[in-house]
């Protein structure tokens, strides 16, 4: 796939090259490949910027910050940790250039969300995964049926925001204001699972992963915000469940 990629690169075929990376860097193909393949695609990649590029090249170098990150030996030593830093930072920059260009993209709002997310800038997490949950709203709000979910990469930005509504590494100093944020999570992760068809998100115990084979999305999640998840979900699903208005939760968020 790689070599059909670099060939069309060489013709200017952006699409074609673009679908053939993204089939490459699907997690069961990753697996099976070379141990220096990421590093060969974000080579390849160099001084490419279309528009069609940029998502598949953002995704090449996210995914090494996640091969990178899950590896306790990349935290060790200055020069790891640069490496580590710079993949995540490159992703970033290619998403925020493509964003730019296409705002409503949903996939890449989702994407440069973790990112963000992993970098510790949890506002412009918070942004990005609100801009995706508009944009799925707009989306959704012109279809016979609204309350079908359109495009399911969305499912991770919901993730996404109850993550930051509990993340145990922002403090709250106000016990009264987080009783208010556990509660908004509880029925957001009801609506979350309302919507997760699949069962994608599902983290049902302390060693459950959402990493499963079937989740196109698995590339998304950091070994961190993986754990995090499912504290946070093993949490809020031993508590009693939030009293709605209605008998099925909102659609729109």
Do not use: C
Not at 242 to 247: E, I, L, N
């Amino acid at each position: 796939m790689l070599n059909q990629a670099i060939a069309a690169l060489a013709q200017q075929d952006y699409e074609q090259a673009s679908e053939q990376l993204t089939q490459a860097l699907a997690p069961e193909m990753l697996s099976k490949a070379d141990a220096t393949f990421l590093e060969t695609v974000i080579t390849t990649l160099e001084g490419y910027d279309d528009p069609q590029i940029l998502f598949v090249k953002g995704r090449a170098h996210w995914q090494r910050y996640v091969q990178l990150d899950a590896d306790p030996a990349s935290r060790i030593g200055p020069a790891n940790r640069e490496a580590l830093d710079e993949a995540r930072d490159a992703a970033i920059s290619a998403w925020d250039t493509l964003r730019k260009t296409r705002p409503q993209d949903i996939e890449v709002q989702v994407a440069i969300g973790f990112a963000y997310y992993a970098d510790s800038q949890d506002n412009e997490a918070l942004k990005a995964w609100e801009e995706a949950r508009e944009i799925e709203i707009k989306q959704r709000s012109g279809r016979a049926d609204p309350t079908a979910l359109r495009n399911p990469v969305f499912l991770n930005a919901y993730a996404g925001l109850i993550l930051l509504s509990l993340d145990s590494r922002i403090d709250n100093l106000d016990p009264g204001g987080d009783e208010i944020q556990r509660a908004f999570a509880r029925e957001e992760l009801q609506k979350l699972q309302s919507l997760d068809e699949h069962r994608w998100l599902v983290a049902d115990g302390p060693d459950a992963k959402v990493r499963t084979n079937d989740n196109p999305y698995v590339w998304l999640w950091t070994a961190a915000a993986e754990a995090e998840w499912s504290r946070i979900y093993a949490d809020l699903s031993g508590e009693p469940e939030t009293q709605s208005t209605g008998a099925n939760p909102a659609p729109e968020n």
